[in-house]
């Protein structure tokens, strides 16, 4: 069975300050992988995709970057906090980019 | 560009009456629309998904038709039970490993 893994399930950091938020996906070869962002109570807004090792597609800018350094493996970063990056950050995998399997999230909270 | 419209953001029923939450979208691409229904604190799950025009799509008692001609994939559900109370997003993939999300509908149901 598939599993999809994110940590750290929660962050509180402060303005300014680096973050890295990871995710790692046990039972799938070759997943296809995104980020995606949700405030809280609000809609889910795709952040990045990945489709192979070391492949990385932005969609939208939000002083955020990724990496998938393994196949298994994608992270999210920055190396200076913004007040609006806080929120929810679900990692996510699908086969055929039909139907995503989400993550648990990491709910960020900066200050 | 791309967009999906939910116009309705809060939805109260009582338990065992019908419910339809609308859903629109704009693309110029062949459109392949999706529900995902969040419960609280949880990740988001797929719901329904279609991409065949005028074919009902159904799981978990809920429904949904793809109409192409008037750019629709309303989510029905014929007696709404109270484990039904969730958020619920509809959601496009037009452009390969984008999905664009609506706003979100949050249903409450009573007792």
């Known amino acids: 069975a598939q599993t999809i893994h994110q940590w750290p399930v929660a962050e509180i950091k402060a303005v300014g300050s680096p973050l890295s938020l990871g995710c790692t996906i046990k039972?799938?070869?070759?997943?296809?992988l995104y980020w995606y962002w949700q405030a809280t109570g609000g809609t889910l807004q795709q952040l990045f995709y990945?489709?192979?090792?070391?492949?990385v597609e932005s969609v939208v800018q939000l002083n955020l970057s990724a990496s998938r350094p393994k196949d298994d493996q994608f992270i999210l970063s920055t190396e200076k906090l913004l007040l609006s990056h806080s929120g929810f950050y679900l990692c996510?995998?699908?086969?055929?980019?039909?139907?995503?399997?989400f993550g648990s999230g990491t709910r960020l909270t900066v200050l | 560009g791309d967009s999906v419209t939910q116009t309705e953001g809060l939805v109260t029923l009582t338990k065992g009456l019908p419910v339809m939450l609308n859903c629109t979208y704009q693309?110029?691409?062949?459109?392949?629309l999706f529900w995902y229904v969040q419960h609280l604190n949880e990740a988001p799950k797929l719901l329904l998904k279609?991409?065949?025009?005028?074919k009902r799509t159904e799981h978990q008692g809920f429904y949904a038709t793809l109409h192409k001609s008037s750019s629709s994939f309303h989510l029905q559900k014929s007696s709404v039970q109270l484990s039904d109370s969730a958020l619920y997003f509809c959601?496009?993939?037009?452009?390969?490993?984008?999905?664009?999300f609506g706003s979100g509908t949050k249903l409450t149901v009573e007792p």
């Open positions: 996510a995998w699908s086969l055929s980019a039909e139907t995503l399997y």
């Open positions: 039972g799938k070869s070759s997943p296809n």
């Open positions: 990945s489709i192979t090792v070391g492949q």
């Open positions: 693309t110029t691409y062949s459109p392949f």
């Open positions: 279609s991409s065949t025009d005028n």
């Open positions: 959601a496009l993939r037009s452009n390969y490993n984008v999905l664009y």
